[in-house]
Nanobody, 121 residues
Framework: QVQLVESGGGLVQAGGSLRLSCAAS????????MGWYRQALGKQRELVAV???????NYADSVKGRFTISRDNAKNTVILQMNSLKPEDTAVYYCNALLTAVAGKPAYDYWGQGTQVTVSS
């Protein structure tokens, strides 16, 4: 069984910074992409940033230049460093991993439980 456990959310003033961490554990053969999504109240879940196993990254336009995603493949962790936070960044942030649990089997998406990020104005 695979688990993604997030940490690092909280309340911060506009202009501040937060660092989100996510660790994948359990029966894991290979992790491909890891990323962060967010869902604000009353809105659909949206991609924030994604990073491949090779280190290529992709960001939502709204966070480019402010957020940085990184990963440690040896520890199966992904980090989202969020700087210059804005009230519109307020949302529940979810960690995501595309991985195979067993060699030769298909890859599936796994999700963390979510962590709240609140940015006050």
């Amino acid at each position: 069984q695979v688990q993604l456990v997030e940490s690092g959310g909280g309340l911060v003033q506009a202009g501040g910074s937060l660092r989100l961490s996510c660790a994948a554990s359990g029966s894991i053969f290979r992790i491909y992409d890891m990323g962060w999504y967010r869902q604000a109240l009353g809105k659909q879940r949206e991609l924030v940033a994604v990073i491949t196993s090779g280190g290529s990254t992709n960001y939502a336009d709204s966070v480019k230049g402010r957020f940085t995603i990184s990963r440690d493949n040896a520890k199966n962790t992904v980090i989202l460093q969020m700087n210059s936070l804005k009230p519109e960044d307020t949302a529940v942030y979810y960690c995501n991993a595309l991985l195979t649990a067993v060699a030769g089997k298909p890859a599936y998406d796994y999700w963390g439980q979510g962590t709240q990020v609140t940015v006050s104005s």
